[in-house]
């Protein structure tokens, strides 16, 4: 989508928005100026005098008014370009400059953002190639009703937006060397990590078969169906099937969700084979009992981006005090996060996964269990993830 048809959508960019983004706008062609901080001026702003000089503010607001791009903390990405993939799901053409990367394909990244007032943190996959020529990623995000950030990169950010990106990270990626036969299975916006090992696999020639199964809810959410029904067409090794739940068109073999008998169907010998999947929750726990019944978890992997947050328990005993609050409340079992936020609190969160850290809080007392990694914390007086962490029996906040 080029520029003029961004600017005649109908979620107008508001500046004042971006600025309160942490990241800024600039009408000046900031591809021209120098991407990489000189090493000898790091190392100078990293000294102490520095530090002291530019206390309290420190160096990063005056590194940002020389030049967006310049950070000693962090890598900043420039939005060249961004494109509407359908209804709701954009993707960001980003340039992270020299030092980022390289990503492998099927590997996420962390964007930090500010809106009113208070830092969000979310990972997205990156939906590009690993061999892109041009150094630019792309980010392909499906704008979350719930999402702040989702919501501003799909409405309100544009090209000259600065934002915070993490170096990429994450397991889900090719096998090395590639196999001979591969079967990648998306849901929704989770084809962004599959798209990726798919553009790189065409990418390095590879001549194995793929076979690609993605599941939509219908034609008009199909996202980047065009370039994979030209990929079908050019390429007799890539498979590409794509399976709506809210639809029927003529010719389809199949409706509804991922089962059994899609994958017995159309990759008949699936168990033996590498199988890569990503989507919502539901699709991903159908797969894991798929692949564990049929005794392949061996070949499984799985990406997964939203934690399986316990609903109220009734069993759930002891009383939550929110103790800089001065708030009680019954404990329900569900994340303590969630249920401070349900108390009235406002608690730094970031990723809800228990990945970033930002939702860090002191626990005084009583015992709690990290869902993420199953550890109990016993003791008082110890720091928890509060977006992963239940109680079991009474806990005191410091919130
Ligand atoms: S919000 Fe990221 S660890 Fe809790």
């Known amino acids: 989508m080029s520029q003029a048809q961004l600017e005649r959508s109908e979620d ?38 520095v530090e002291l000089a530019t206390t309290p503010h420190g160096v990063e607001p005056y590194l940002r008014m020389v030049n967006p791009l310049w950070s000693i903390e962090t890598t900043r990405a420039l939005l060249v370009d961004k494109r509407r993939e359908t209804r709701d799901v954009t993707t960001l053409v980003l340039d992270p400059g020299p030092d980022w ?26 939906s590009s190639s690993a061999h892109r020529h041009d150094g630019l990623i792309t980010l392909t995000i499906k704008a979350n009703p719930d999402g702040f950030v989702s919501r501003f990169t799909h409405t309100h950010a544009r090209t000259g937006l600065v934002i915070d990106i993490s170096e990429p990270r994450g397991e889900f990626v090719l096998p090395t060397p590639r196999p001979e036969r591969l079967l990648l299975v998306s849901g929704g ?33 199909r996202i980047f169906g065009a370039e994979l029904d030209d990929i079908a067409a050019r390429h007799d090794h890539v498979l590409v099937e794509t399976i709506y739940s809210d639809e029927d068109p003529d010719g389809a073999r199949f409706t509804g969700f991922l089962d059994r008998e899609h994958l017995d169907t159309l990759v008949p010998d699936w168990t033996g084979m590498p199988a890569y999947v990503c989507g919502p929750p ?49 404990n329900d079992g569900r994340p303590l996060l969630v249920q401070a936020e349900d108390a009235g609190l406002e608690p730094e969160y970031g990723c809800r996964m228990g990945i970033c850290k930002t939702c860090t809080t002191r626990k005084i007392a009583g015992t709690t269990q990290n869902l993420s990694s199953g550890d109990v914390s016993q003791e008082d007086d110890e720091d928890i993830q509060i977006c992963v962490s239940v109680a079991l029996g009474d806990v005191e906040l410091d919130l």
């Not at 990244?109 to 500010?114: A, G, K, N, Q, T």
């Not at 084809?191 to 939509?216: K, N, Q, W």
């Not at 699709?283 to 609903?311: C, K, Q, Y």
Request: one cysteine or more; glycine letters at 8%.
């Open 12 to 49: 107008r960019f508001v500046p004042e928005r971006a600025q309160e983004a942490g990241g800024s706008v600039h009408a000046g062609p900031l591809q021209a100026r120098t991407r990489r901080l000189p090493r000898p001026l790091r190392r100078v702003l990293r000294s102490r005098v």
């Open 101 to 126: 990367g390289p990503h492998e394909a099927g590997q996420h990244v962390r964007i930090d953002v500010e809106l009113d007032g208070r830092r969000r943190t979310r990972y997205f996959s990156v």
């Open 189 to 221: 916006s989770g084809i962004t990590p599959c798209m990726s090992m798919l553009r790189t696999l065409l990418d390095e020639g590879h001549a194995g078969e793929v076979s690609f199964l993605h599941y939509a809810k219908t034609s008009q959410d």
């Open 282 to 330: 539901p699709m991903l726990d159908t797969a894991e009992e798929l692949w564990g019944s049929a005794e392949a978890m061996d070949n499984f992997h799985i990406e997964r981006f939203t934690l399986r947050v316990p609903s109220a328990d009734a069993d759930a005993d002891g009383m939550v005090r929110l103790c800089g609050s001065d708030i009680e409340v019954e």
